[in-house]
Structure formats: C-alpha cells, structure tokens
C-alpha cells in the first residue's frame, strides 16, 4: 500500500515530466507551485504529510484506499475534492477548508453527512451511493445542512436510502438534485419540498416508488416555477402552463361553492327596519313559511350579481286549488279552472260556440 508524502508527490511529478520530456528536470521549488494534483488509481491507502504543496487547488484522490481524511489543514486555497470510490467512513478534517467549493465523496462507507459546518462556500456536494448497511438510510447532520444551504447549488444524493427531500427544503440557491435510485414514496411531501425550492432547474428521480404514481410527471410539473428537466426530459414552457392552468381548474372545482341566502336574511336585510321589527318579520312571515324557496342570482344594470331568494308559490285550500286532495299552485288555475268548466257544460247539455260548427252538420 502506499502514503502520500513529498517525496511520492516529487516522484509522481518527475515521472510526469519525464513522459513529457527527456532532458528537462523539475524544479527545486516545483511542489510549492502546483495547483492540481493527480493522485488517482495510485493504491493510496493514507494521506501523510505534503504541507509543501500550499498552492494546491484541486486534489484528485478518487478510485484509491483512503479510510481516513487527515493531513490538509495546510490547503487552505483547496477548491476541488476528489474522494469517490474510497474506503472513507466519516467525513472529518474539513474545517480549515474554507475555500471549498466542490467536494465529491460517492462511492464510500459515510452513513452521516456531517462535518461541513465551516465549509460555507460549497457550491456542489456529491455523496451517492454510499455502501450502507442493511436497514441504514444516509442522514444528514442539522449543522451541516444549515451551513450549506445557504449557496449549494448541486445536490447528489443518489443511491442512499432516502425516503424524503424534506430536509432540503431551506436550500434556496438550490438548483439540481440528483435523487434517482432511492425510497421517496410520498407524493404529498414531494410537492411541498418542489414548492419551496424556487430555483430548482433539474430533478431526477427515476427508479424511486414516487415515480409511478398517477400524473407523477404533470403534479411535479406544476408546482415548480423553475424547473427545466425532470427524469431527464426537457419541459417546455407551453407544458407548464398547460399543467399550473390544468391545477388551477382543479382546484377551483375542489373548492367552489356559490354563495347561498336564505329567505329570512333576504328579506330583512332589503327592509330598513329596527333589529326588534326585524326579528318580527323574520319569526311572522319567513320562518313558518311552508314549501321550497327559490334561490336566482339577478344582475343589476351596472353590473353587480346578487342572489335573490323566492319563496314558493302560495297555495290555497279553495276548490279550484284543490284535486285529489292535492294543492294545485295558483299559477295553474286558469288552465284548472277551463277544464273543470267544459266538464261542467258537457254534462249539462251546453254546447259551446266554438264547438258547434263542429258538432252541427253541414247543409
């Protein structure tokens, strides 16, 4: 196995100068004057002491041994890390990293997202696939996550067992978060956390139970403003209006009611009386009022609807209101009343005039 020390990064650099040229050797100072280097498939499986190399901004470290995280408290200008495909168990030794603002550590044994509190200025932290345990699902430290939601900006959290997003919810410069292969099975949830991510562009998260639900695709459209891609599919812009239009309709279907008034408020609220005079009428006329009332909506000239309540036709216990022992409604009297009047006539013998041509033949 091997330690990353000066004299391995010196030899590494010789032998990179060497593939470039023959005759040309590197310089005494050469390590103080390097701002990336190269350290991966190297079988690293600790990180000793290269304090020499205090220029370094990007360190690629990935597809080694590396179980611990130890010995850059010196890179203080370090803005790109590269610890994917390690044996890391815990993230530690980053405080000094001030200056970082990409970390990527995928590919591990981290089961707490934690240690990032001074790490202010990440802009993008990858931490898929993590090799957990059975039942284990990555957590992510509240400390943690109240330093970096301030200016992350890429989130990759695939792989890892989530069965929620709601953590994120206080990201607000997030805009891409890479989610696929996970456990996130509650719709309801998912639209809340979509809702307050307001500069969210991209989402995937194929191959999670959340993803085969009903209208998955148009519910997620339609509560993000911001987001251009999802599952790996462009939105157009006409698709997102169509869906927050659909939304809309839906939701005012779910909640419309038309305002409705009773004969009783009707009444007293279009009369200018005293309270007493009112509850008078109220209790005299309205509220003993037998029959169903009739509720219309009338427009006035200038415009203003307002529902009108009718009460029901008035009846009467007269003759001519009555047949079978049932009330007729005045409105049907007229019509009632003739028919009752040809009976009374035919049985009489009275022949009406406008019947007569009809009944006396022809000479």
Not at 123 to 148: C, K, Y
Not at 149 to 167: E, P
Request: proline share 3%.
């Amino acid at each position: 196995m091997v330690l990353l020390t000066e004299n391995y990064v010196e030899k590494q650099c010789a032998h990179i100068q060497s593939q470039k040229s023959l005759t040309k050797l590197i310089e005494k100072n050469h390590l103080q004057k390097i701002t990336h280097l190269f350290m991966q498939d190297k079988f690293i499986d600790a990180i000793g002491n290269f304090s020499k190399c205090k220029n370094l901004r990007v360190i690629y470290m990935q597809n080694n041994c590396i179980k611990k995280i130890e010995n850059l408290n010196f890179a203080t200008n370090l803005t790109h890390l590269y610890l994917q495909h390690n044996n890391l168990s815990k993230i530690e030794n980053l405080h000094t990293l001030k200056n970082l603002t990409h970390l990527f550590l995928g590919y591990n044994n981290i089961s707490v997202i934690e240690g990032l509190e001074n790490l202010d200025k990440l802009l993008e932290l990858h931490v898929e696939n993590q090799h957990l345990h059975a039942g284990e699902s990555l957590v992510f430290d509240p400390r943690s996550l109240q330093t970096i939601s301030v200016f992350l900006k890429v989130l990759n959290v695939a792989g890892n067992k989530l069965t929620s997003l709601r953590c994120f919810r206080n990201f607000i410069n997030l805009e891409t978060i890479d989610a696929r292969n996970n456990l996130i099975d509650d719709d309801k949830d998912l639209s809340q956390t979509i809702m307050s991510l307001r500069w969210l562009k991209k989402l995937d998260l194929q191959k999670n139970p959340v993803a085969e639900f009903y209208r998955y695709r148009e519910n997620v459209i339609a509560n993000s403003n911001s987001l251009v891609c999802l599952d790996g599919k462009i939105i157009s812009d006409l698709t997102r209006q169509f869906m927050k239009r659909f939304k809309q309709e839906k939701l005012m279907r779910l909640t419309h009611s038309e305002p409705k008034m009773s004969l009783q408020d009707d009444i007293t609220s279009s009369l200018n009386l005293p309270p007493a005079f009112r509850r008078s009428v109220s209790r005299a006329i309205l509220q003993e009022q037998p029959g169903p009332k009739l509720v219309m909506n009338i427009s006035s000239i200038i415009g203003e609807s307002r529902p009108h309540i009718f009460p029901a036709w008035k009846s009467t216990t007269a003759i001519a209101g009555m047949k079978n022992n049932h009330v007729t409604p005045r409105p049907f009297w007229r019509k009632k009343i003739s028919k009752d009047k040809q009976l009374i006539n035919g049985s009489l013998g009275i022949i009406d005039n406008k019947n007569y041509s009809s009944i006396v033949p022809r000479k």
